[in-house]
């Protein structure tokens, strides 16, 4: 995930309720009543050989689940109604879908509904069944009364990092609970490390990086693949515990996201993390050309996989200056003082560059000049970056859809130099997870 994410809508994904056992239950002896008079379930052919008849009950359980996978549309892995209602036929058919109903589960709630789901999953045989975790919790809707303290309740955290101890099967995992008056985040990652719990089978973890990292090696003890969000003041060695654990952690894919990165960034991150295979950064430049710092990456002496952003985010006072450099002050001296900042886009002059009719216009087109100015050949970029780093394989430059890319490969000589690259555009930006649904 890039950046936080807006308030998203619910969406839960029910597990079977008590409700259910009992119908289910009782659906149950009414099959067995029924499977006491054999004349339901046979027939007998001329010479008197009693048949049994099949129903889809009796079939293999390998057919069985090849079925309940054709349920599921390929183009959208997320859809699993079918698969949903295939469960409620009978407490058999219920078992044998939890695997492919529960393997990946994707949750968007608040943080009051995310406690009643928790306690109500908690010692579930659900809990084993899930390889793949994805939780946005944000906060309530602001009520009438209360104070901003009661955001999320006490036990939450507690009850959180103990069904997370009890996910036996957990590979993938993705967190974001939204900051309010106390850290959800901060109170659960207490919680992990008072209880002692490890969940080593998790071996790629998402992390907003607000609050401390200092947790996931002691947690994640498996982990290989790490996504941080990084704030936009911070820079990788600044975040609060990475610069402690990284030497604990053995990884071979990084993926880093940030929205103003500046050129010694770069050089921190091969300070902490210099035996990546696979390096995704995302996000976007701060007022440098790319290519400067190119160098960095030559020394990163086992990268296979590299994503590189090279879109800038100028600051409001880059464009105003811009701006003025292009258009200077207007005839009406609505640019009060020196401060680019204190422009007026109030101004009433019809003439004027920065009145609100023309504002938005002019501050676009200094937002294009200084990219113009920034922007560097990506073929020759990439070609680059292949000799510079002989093991490099595969390079992506991150459109402004963050979701996508263009993505280049190395065309090699007889003598395995690099005389040029391939080009493919639009596709998937990498990231570390590949089985949720974006």
């Given amino acids: ?130 390889h793949h975790l994805r939780i946005i919790s944000v906060l309530p809707r602001a009520e009438t009364s209360g104070s901003a303290s009661e955001s999320w309740y006490r036990d939450t955290p507690a009850q959180f990092a103990s069904v997370l101890g009890q996910m036996s099967n957990l590979q993938d995992l993705d967190l974001y609970f939204a900051d309010g008056y106390q850290s959800l985040m901060v109170a659960v990652r207490f919680e992990l490390l008072k209880q002692r719990i490890t969940v080593p089978s998790v071996t790629k973890f998402d992390h907003f990086a607000e609050s401390t990292a200092h947790f996931i090696p002691t947690v994640f003890t498996g982990l290989n693949a790490l996504h941080l969000t990084i704030m936009m003041d911070k820079s990788p060695k600044t975040v609060p515990g990475l610069s402690t654990i990284a030497s604990k952690l053995t990884l071979h894919t990084l993926s880093l996201c940030k929205f103003g990165w500046q050129a010694e960034d770069f050089d921190e991150i091969y300070d902490l993390f210099p035996g990546v295979t696979k390096l995704i950064i995302g996000g976007e430049i701060q007022k440098f050309k790319l290519s400067t710092v190119f160098p960095v990456f030559e020394r990163f002496r086992k990268l296979e996989i590299l994503g590189l952003t090279d879109l800038f985010d100028f600051t409001i006072e880059d464009v105003m200056t811009n701006l003025l450099d292009e258009d200077g002050d207007c005839v009406c001296d609505c640019c009060l003082g020196d401060d680019p900042c204190s422009i007026d886009s109030n101004c009433s002059c019809d003439e004027c560059h920065y009145n609100d009719e023309n504002y938005e216009k002019f501050h676009e087109m200094a937002q294009r000049n200084l990219s113009m100015s920034m922007e560097e050949d990506q073929m020759e970029n990439a070609v680059s970056l292949f000799e510079e780093c002989p093991r490099l394989e595969t390079v992506y430059f991150q459109l402004r859809n963050d979701d996508y890319s263009t993505r280049y490969r190395p065309i090699k000589d007889d003598k395995g130099n690099v005389d040029n690259a391939t080009i493919n555009e639009y596709e998937d930006w990498p990231k570390i997870f590949t089985e949720f649904y974006y």
């Avoid at 409620?88 to 509904?113: E, Y």
Wanted: hydrophobic share 30%.
């Fill in 1 to 130: 995930m890039a950046g936080s994410p807006t308030t998203p809508t619910d969406i839960m994904m029910d597990s079977p309720s008590a409700d259910d056992d009992k119908g289910n239950d009782r659906g149950g002896d009414r099959g067995d009543d029924r499977g006491d008079d054999r004349g339901d379930d046979r027939r007998s052919d001329r010479g008197g050989t009693v048949i049994e008849k099949t129903g889809f009950a009796t079939l293999p359980r390998e057919l069985i689940l090849e079925i309940i996978q054709f349920c599921i549309p390929p183009y959208r892995p997320d859809l699993k109604q079918d698969v949903a209602q295939l469960s409620a036929v009978n407490k058999s058919l219920r078992i044998t879908c939890i695997p492919t109903l529960f393997a990946v589960v994707q949750m968007r709630t608040n943080h009051r509904r995310f406690f009643r789901l928790v306690r109500g999953i908690e010692g579930s045989d659900v809990l084993s069944s899930i």
